[in-house]
């Protein structure tokens, strides 16, 4: 511990050497007291921490406040803070008095080095900013302390740090300042905070960095740096860190006015001749895109891959001044297998249309991601909306569209209702767009060769990858057919348009994609009985039980056929004893 | 051509009668005879001059004629004579409402004749004269009530009466009633006498209001008098009828009503001889009355000629033949019904009334049901009694038939002898009591002659009748049914719900139909209280199901409302992991409800369920496998007749198979989702061992397997095998038979010997379809017509008429005429206004002015006067002084 009262006793004819105001000023508040005691304080409290309480913790503060002579006490209440046996009460009382302190003794330049300064008055002031920097590092360590309240005062302590030091420890040389050193102890501190509470970082990242244009700018330099530095991140926060940077909002885009909401800068800030970094709208999306890019390189697991996906359109692409650094990206979730590649395709669509990305192999690639589990995840519905808009040019060979049109009708055979209901009046359109295809749903023989080559088998390959070479537009919807005799009554009336007159210009794919067994069976629900049902007029013989005939025989298995009734499948199968 | 100026002159000159042919004397001296020959020659001419004037006509030029066009309106107009019209008519009208304004009182001269300048004072006082006299005769008229229409009470005029009533009075009285026609009657001669005399002098006089109305008011009464007179003569006529009535009573044969009162009697009181009008009120509503009831016993002796039975021939007996042919048409009605009700298409009202009416007959509309049973209930663990653990229902039925026997029956005997029901018991009884059934019931005769055995033991009958008791009250809710049967074994359940209802058919009392459906859903609670026990008793709950089944048919709706409330409890609450019970409740739905239709109330929601389930619910054990399994056996029940495709129960069998064969698949065929796991998977070890033990047909699933969850792998396997192969017979004609079924086949081959005969099946199947596939030929409709857009042609085109009545909609031409009309009209009453009002300062002016020329004339005079005066003085002072300065 630097024992800094001998310093400031020699402090002070110094002082008053140099400045008259400043003499009288500090003759006032600090009057000569005896040292030794306030040490053995010190170390007392210090020691015996059990015995402090709230008013102690005021009245230390007082002291310091009072006179410079009292600066030791700072150590004593870090003491308190730092103390892991304090209760979380005054550990809080501890931190704030601590805050309020060093606020005041900044508003008072203590912790700024003068140029003019003697040395008496450098050393108190490194001293004071060799605490400051302690208390601010143990803050930081704060935030992985047990408690919301704990965490939650830590980090708006820190963040009126933040505000305090761009004020007062501002370098007169430069006009926008912003403690970018300070802050970014405080961004890595959240991001590595593996105790820190989920809801705790969310409320900041929404008060603090959303809102203010300044702190966001900061927030994703550091950021930068701290992901580019991988080992420094352990795995199983990186789905928080994905979480917390995808839930900032209000990004600036190439539309973005100049920026106006600051924290730490001063809101009326006249702009520098040469703007700074800070200010600078593409200096902003650039540190967000190096952020944002050095976070893919991380091994994210697939749900946060999902969700960066999903907003990646919306709101990423737009803030990146050089979209196609993504595409590397895109490719590689759009090769992986699984539902990526059907989240990757919006991304991936709006690089080819706004951003002139040529992309090879575009429709025979999206033709592969019509597999089996297509049908049956929940971005069915997104990925057709995306489909229609893929197959919606009317210069696609007929060849092409015959392919989606028969794989489609393929994937019904194996498809819930939610989403037969989809496809139908999707291939209804497709049939409508490209007359040619409507060969698949009516085929008569030319002439009587024709007839002769018909052997019944499905000329379509459903090995071929390529949608050009599948020979689906020889081959016949028949899948269609076969989904006019669904189960689900609603299902087999809606398939049924195909087999009519094509009257309708189109369908609105986008009225059926949103259904699944639980809204059917609401539906269903929903209409009240007001006809008696029917009831069946023929009681069955028996239901769970063999005739009374053989009923005895229940015990020897394989005594089945004759008593059986026709077709009871239930008692062929299954055994009721 | 035109004519030229000059002879039109002259054309309209000989026209107007100013030149030419001289009349002939006679009627020239008539018409010196008129004061103003003259005057009326003068006023020709003038408007002769006027119309030859061209400074008077106006002319709008026209810059182009259009052909066809009719003649422009106002083209040609004369704005002097207008203008003259209007500022006459306003002379008329207007001025002298100025004139008259802020002036009251006055007198209008209306003596007779006095405007009339064609009367010479002579006639105009003989007329005065008449007038006068005419009056004076009309006296007090105006007072005189007796022109007012009659006040009349039920139809009979009340002077009438008191007329009556006051006849005798009448003759001294000299009262102005008594007199009054008479009076009245002098007073018309003489009018129309003075009428007469007036048409001579004055041919065109019309007939004045009041006159109008008198002659009206006269004839009304005569024709009163006549009506009253038809009367009268009616009357007379009916009692003449009234006193022969008995010969006709005689004639036709038949005593005389006992009621009827002899002719005596009526001729004493003689109510029809005298009218109506003569007496009291009281009197003649005892008369009516009596009418009445005399007209009633005649109507019903009418009535009862008409009615009378007539001997109809009884129906004949039916032969068995015919009783054969009538049943199988009715078979062939409800398979039709079926059908069509699976095409989705509407049964249609009339049928769907004639089906329901003998339900409805019986089912209250206001079911109030307990639906809060379900789950209530507690407990009840019917140890299963090993004496009755397989015993046969048909014992269970002897008690029923002892039950028959013991006087219930009696009751409803007599319901079945006296009506058609439908309803169950109904039937078992008549079945029992040996009289033939109706057709209606015979589909539960089957039901019954089932439950009543062939054999009967009577040893049996008796130990259970004597345990159990005959009567029990009817259970509202499952937990009264729990208490009920808490000592009753699980197997005289049958007997007890037998026996609850027969004592409460609705036939028996009125609150039994509630009765009964509220324990139509207890039972279904029952059922599936049973079922969800550790040993479901099954016999017990198939005969409890086709008891619940009966129930149905006559209380549908609550039924099906609480199997569809059950089933959404299961949908939202365990769709995962159906309980035993739910299994239960949707193997019932397919034995209750025809599954083969389109849609149906409780079917599809069920079927909803059942395939949510399979397409939603990956399995992880061997029990979801088991579950599965059976829905999906559940699945291919309610098919069996509509043979609808699946996809989710294919997929689930594929998925299953897949999960438990040997080893896994390097390449998955076909396109069902597989969710990869790998511990539902069979030993290959046991797999061999399982071939090698066993080749004859392996076991089959046990249901109570599901609750036990101990279930045999391979077991699985063979099932759903044999599921697969009962899919593939299904759907035989679905024409992407082969597309579903290839992927089985490269499945199947590592299961190679237990799935051999299977294998080959398919195989023959699948190269059966499609060898006989034809290509798709979805759209054989007739060529859409492209539409074409004809102009539309007016055929009845007429320039003439202007473009807006030329509009198809008359409604719209209606409101444009309306329209028109409203603009013109406003145009003119401002062109009016505005006219008024220059004609009002016009006038005013003109009457500022002569009052100002009057002032000063008066003034003038006066200075004049007194000038003239003063000069004199004047003068004669100049004189005097003159004299003066002489």
């Not at chain 1, 060799?130 to 590092?137: K, L, P, Q, S, T």
């Not at chain 2, 004045?208 to 007179?229: D, G, L, N, P, T």
């Not at chain 2, 979805?778 to 008429?801: C, G, V, W």
């Not at chain 2, 031409?813 to 009016?832: D, N, Q, T």
């Amino acid at each position: 511990m630097p024992t800094p009262t001998s310093t400031k006793k020699r402090k002070q004819p110094s002082s008053g050497a140099t400045s008259a105001s400043k003499a009288t000023k500090k003759s006032k508040s600090k009057p000569p007291v005896a040292e030794v005691p306030k040490d053995a304080v010190a170390k007392r409290s210090s020691e015996n921490p059990v015995a402090v309480t709230q008013d102690s913790i005021l009245v230390l503060e007082e002291a310091i406040i009072e006179s410079p002579k009292n600066y030791n006490q700072i150590v004593t209440l870090i003491g308190y803070f730092n103390d892991p046996v304090t209760s979380p009460d005054l550990c809080i009382t501890s931190a704030v008095a601590l805050c309020r302190t060093f606020c005041r003794l900044m508003s008072k330049k203590r912790l700024s080095k003068k140029r003019t300064g003697s040395a008496e008055e450098v050393a108190v002031s490194t001293w004071l900013k060799e605490r400051y920097n302690e208390y601010f590092a143990s803050l930081c360590e704060a935030l992985e302390r047990e408690g919301p309240a704990v965490q939650n005062t830590a980090l708006t302590l820190l963040m009126r740090f933040i505000k305090e030091e761009a004020l007062y420890l501002k370098p007169s040389h430069e006009e926008a300042y912003f403690p970018h050193e300070s802050f970014g102890k405080i961004v890595k501190a959240v991001l590595t905070g593996e105790k820190m509470e989920e809801d705790v970082k969310m409320e900041w990242a929404e008060k603090y960095i959303t809102q203010y244009d300044d702190v966001r700018y900061s927030f994703f330099s550091a950021a930068g740096h701290i992901l580019s530095e991988s080992d420094s991140i352990p795995t199983s926060l990186l789905s928080q860190i994905v979480s917390l940077i995808l839930s900032i909002g209000n990004l600036p885009t190439a539309k973005t006015d100049d920026f106006s909401t600051f924290y730490a800068l001063p809101d009326d800030l006249e702009p520098p001749r040469k703007t700074p970094p800070i200010l600078s709208l593409t200096a902003h999306r650039r540190t967000y895109q190096t952020t944002i890019l050095s976070l893919l390189r991380l091994p994210l697991p697939d749900f946060s891959l999902k969700s960066i996906l999903n907003s990646l359109s919306p709101t990423i692409l737009p803030v990146f001044p050089q979209p196609h650094t993504l595409l590397d990206f895109l490719l590689s979730s759009y090769s992986h297998g699984g539902v990526l590649p059907l989240l990757s395709l919006s991304g991936i669509f709006e690089l080819i249309t706004k951003h002139n990305l040529d992309f090879p192999d575009f429709y025979p690639r999206l033709y592969a991601l019509l597999d089996r589990h297509l049908l049956h995840t929940r971005y069915r519905s997104q990925f057709l909306r995306l489909l229609e808009t893929f197959l919606s040019s009317t210069h696609l060979p007929a060849q092409l569209i015959a392919s989606f049109i028969k794989r489609l009708s393929r994937l019904c055979l194996s498809a819930p209702p939610g989403a037969i209901v989809a496809i139908v009046p999707f291939i209804y359109n497709l049939f409508q767009a490209h007359k040619s295809t409507t060969y698949m749903m009516h085929r008569e023989f030319v002439d009587e060769d024709d007839e002769a080559d018909w052997d019944g088998k499905d000329p379509f390959d459903e090995s071929e990858m390529d949608p050009m070479k599948t020979r689906a537009i020889e081959s016949c919807v028949w899948e269609l057919k076969s989904v006019m005799r669904h189960w689900h009554p609603n299902v087999a009336t809606l398939a049924r348009i195909v087999e009519e007159q094509f009257t309708k210009e189109r369908w609105a794919v986008e009225d059926f994609l949103d259904h699944g067994f639980g809204s059917m069976f609401e539906a269903e629900i929903k209409k009240d009985i007001k006809k008696a049902p029917v009831v069946e007029w023929d009681i069955p013989k028996r239901i769970f039980s063999y005739p009374p005939v053989t009923a005895e025989g229940d015990g020897k298995r394989g005594a089945v056929a004759p008593v059986v009734e026709k077709d009871n499948v239930l008692l062929e199968v299954w055994d009721f004893a | 051509m035109a004519k030229s100026q000059l002879k039109r002159l002259k054309e309209s000159l000989r026209s107007a009668g100013v030149t030419g042919q001289q009349k002939p004397k006679k009627a020239k001296n008539r018409r010196q005879q008129s004061s103003d020959s003259r005057v009326d020659k003068n006023v020709a001419l003038q408007s002769i001059r006027e119309e030859f004037n061209p400074f008077e006509i106006k002319t709008t030029k026209e810059k182009f004629g259009i052909i066809g066009q009719k003649k422009v309106k106002g083209k040609e107009g004369r704005p002097g004579l207008s203008k003259q019209i209007g500022e006459d008519n306003r002379k008329k009208t207007l001025l002298v409402e100025m004139q008259r304004r802020n002036k009251s009182g006055g007198i209008i001269d209306r003596r007779f004749g006095e405007n009339d300048p064609t009367m010479t004072p002579e006639e105009r006082m003989l007329e005065r004269f008449a007038k006068e006299k005419q009056k004076r005769v009309r006296g007090g008229d105006i007072f005189n009530l007796d022109d007012e229409d009659e006040l009349t009470h039920l139809g009979q005029s009340l002077g009438g009466l008191k007329d009556d009533f006051d006849r005798g009075d009448a003759m001294d009285n000299d009262s102005d009633d008594g007199n009054g026609p008479t009076l009245e009657f002098r007073k018309r001669l003489l009018e129309t006498e003075e009428d007469e005399e007036e048409e001579e002098g004055q041919p065109e006089r019309k007939k004045s209001k009041a006159e109008v109305m008198k002659e009206v008011i006269s004839k009304s009464k005569f024709h009163k008098y006549e009506r009253q007179k038809a009367k009268e003569d009616d009357e007379e006529e009916r009692e003449k009828l009234d006193a022969e009535m008995g010969s006709l009573w005689a004639l036709l044969g038949q005593k005389q009503p006992s009621t009827t009162r002899p002719a005596g009697q009526e001729d004493v009181s003689g109510t029809n001889n005298e009218p109506l009008g003569v007496r009291g009120s009281a009197a003649k509503e005892l008369e009516k009355e009596v009418e009445a009831g005399k007209n009633d016993e005649y109507d019903k002796a009418v009535r009862e000629m008409m009615f009378d039975a007539r001997s109809k021939p009884s129906d004949r007996t039916k032969t068995e033949e015919e009783q054969a042919a009538e049943e199988s048409e009715r078979l062939k009605k409800l398979e039709d019904e079926r059908q069509r009700r699976m095409r989705g298409e509407d049964v249609s009202d009339k049928e769907n009334d004639n089906d329901q009416a003998n339900p409805d007959s019986i089912d209250d509309e206001d079911y109030r049901g307990d639906h809060a049973v379900w789950g209530l209930g507690e407990g009840l663990r019917p140890a299963i009694n090993p004496k009755y653990a397989d015993m046969n229902p048909d014992e269970l039925v002897d008690g029923d038939y002892e039950v028959s026997e013991d006087g219930y029956v009696d009751v409803d005997e007599a319901g079945v002898v006296e009506g058609d029901m439908s309803d169950d018991y109904d039937s078992e009884a008549s079945s029992i009591a040996g009289s033939a059934a109706s057709g209606d019931d015979s589909d539960e005769e089957g039901f019954l002659a089932e439950l009543l055995p062939g054999t009967k033991d009577g040893k049996s009958t008796t130990t259970t009748g004597d345990k159990l008791a005959f009567t029990f009250p009817c259970p509202q809710s499952h937990q009264e049914f729990l208490e009920i049967t808490k000592s009753i074994p699980v197997d005289d359940l049958p007997t007890v719900v037998q026996r609850i209802r027969v004592l409460y058919h609705p036939k028996l009392a009125e609150e039994n139909k509630v009765k009964l459906a509220n324990f139509s859903t207890v039972l279904l609670a029952h059922i599936l209280h049973l079922a969800n026990t550790p040993n479901p008793p099954f016999p017990v709950i198939d005969t409890l199901t086709r008891h619940l089944h009966a129930l149905a048919k006559t209380y549908p709706i609550p039924v099906s409302q609480f199997i569809r409330e059950h089933v959404v409890i299961l949908q939202s609450t365990r769709i995962s992991n159906p309980t035993p019970a739910d299994l239960v409740l949707l193997t019932a739905i397919s034995a209750i409800f025809p599954t083969s239709d389109h849609f149906h109330q409780v079917v599809t929601p069920a079927l909803i369920v059942i395939h949510q389930h399979l397409s939603q619910t990956p399995p992880a054990s061997h029990r979801d496998l088991a579950i599965g399994a059976y829905l999906i056996t559940l699945s291919i029940r309610y098919q069996s007749l509509s043979k609808r495709f699946s996809p989710e129960a294919l997929n689930y069998v594929y998925q299953a198979i897949a999960l438990l064969s040997p080893s896994p698949f390097a390449k998955l065929p076909g396109t069902f989702p597989y969710h990869s796991r790998d511990n539902l998977r069979i030993k290959s070890a046991e797999f061999k061992a399982a071939l090698k033990s066993k080749t004859t047909p392996i076991d089959k699933l046990k249901f109570s397997s599901i609750s036990t969850g101990s279930i045999p792998p391979i077991t699985l396997l063979t099932t759903f095998l044999s599921l697969l192969s009962h899919l593939s017979n299904l759907w035989t004609g679905l024409p992407s038979h082969s597309e579903l079924f290839t992927p089985a086949i490269s499945l199947l081959k590592p299961l190679k010997p237990l799935s051999t005969p299977l294998l080959t099946s398919l195989s023959t199947i699948i190269t059966n379809n499609l060898s006989n596939r034809p290509p798709l030929q979805l759209h054989h409709h007739r060529p859409l017509p492209i539409p074409s857009n004809y102009p539309a042609f007016d055929e009845s085109y007429n320039p003439e008429r202007h473009p807006s009545s030329r509009d198809p909609d008359p409604d719209r031409r209606e409101a444009k005429k309306l329209k028109a009309e409203i603009k013109r009209e406003k145009k003119g009453a401002v062109r009016e206004l505005r006219k008024d009002a220059q004609f009002i300062s016009r006038e005013k002016m003109k009457k500022d002015k002569q009052e100002s020329r009057e002032y000063h004339e008066k003034m003038r005079k006066i200075i004049a006067r007194v000038q003239t005066e003063e000069g004199a003085e004047g003068n004669r002072w100049e004189r005097e002084k003159r004299k003066m300065k002489k």
